[in-house]
T-cell receptor, first 113, second 111 residues
Framework: SQKIEQNSEALNIQEGKTATLTCNYTNYSPAYLQWYRQDPGRGPVFLLLIRENEKEKRKERLKVTFDTTLKQSLFHITASQPADSATYLCALDMVQAGTALIFGKGTTLSVSS | DGGITQSPKYLFRKEGQNVTLSCEQNLNHDAMYWYRQDPGQGLRLIYYSQIVNDFQKGDIAEGYSVSREKKESFPLTVTSAQKNPTAFYLC??????????FGPGTRLTVL
């Protein structure tokens, strides 16, 4: 069965540093991978989607990479701010397997000033 | 305002009762989803529907039921057969099966 892992449950960094979150998966080759942000008590919000033929994607201070050989995606937030503190979820496309997205458990990022 | 709404925000249920959670979207999306989120568990898929009058079970469908009579609506019923229903329930919609747009969630507590 498909397995998706996010490297750690929690990540603490100082303001201004770059946060790097990892998402690893096994047993599947997704057509794309997505990252979402979730604040406490709220629904996740879509951030970025990267397709299997894309190595890197950027949006403002966010950067996502996708290595289909390593079966890994890295999510970077540069010049991090306390407002970036949230839980970040990666999600794999499973449409070709006849189902929907599957989500990792998330990494909770805390940025201290 | 386009979006996806869930009601109520908080719901309390006595053991043995069925309860229905509402999910409505005006994004004209074909696909809709229900997830359950428990602390430390991430999002787990309960049911999803890719078109009106059709739906499929997700990973944890036991004790839940859904209907999809209208494109805009995808209500979830938590039945008395669900052994541990206390959780945060999230509804989402998408067009084309990629990016999902989530509602604000319903927190269900069994008393």
């Amino acid at each position: 069965s498909q397995k998706i892992e996010q490297n750690s449950e929690a990540l603490n960094i100082q303001e201004g540093k770059t946060a790097t979150l990892t998402c690893n998966y096994t047993n599947y080759s997704p057509a794309y991978l997505q990252w979402y942000r979730q604040d406490p008590g709220r629904g996740p919000v879509f951030l970025l989607l990267i397709r299997e033929n894309e190595k890197e994607k950027r949006k403002e201070r966010l950067k996502v990479t996708f290595d289909t050989t390593l079966k890994q995606s890295l999510f970077h937030i540069t010049a991090s701010q306390p407002a970036d503190s949230a839980t970040y979820l990666c999600a794999l496309d499973m449409v070709q397997a006849g189902t929907a997205l599957i989500f990792g458990k998330g990494t909770t990022l805390s940025v201290s000033s | 305002d386009g979006g996806i709404t869930q009601s109520p925000k908080y719901l309390f249920r006595k053991e043995g009762q069925n309860v229905t959670l509402s999910c409505e979207q005006n994004l004209n999306h074909d696909a809709m989803y229900w997830y359950r989120q428990d602390p430390g568990q991430g999002l787990r898929l309960i049911y999803y529907s890719q078109i009106v009058n059709d739906f499929q079970k997700g990973d944890i469908a036991e004790g839940y039921s859904v209907s999809r009579e209208k494109k805009e609506s995808f209500p979830l019923t938590v039945t008395s057969a669900q052994k541990n229903p206390t959780a945060f329930y999230l509804c989402a919609s998408s067009s084309g099966g990629d990016t999902q747009y989530f509602g604000p969630g319903t927190r269900l507590t069994v008393l």
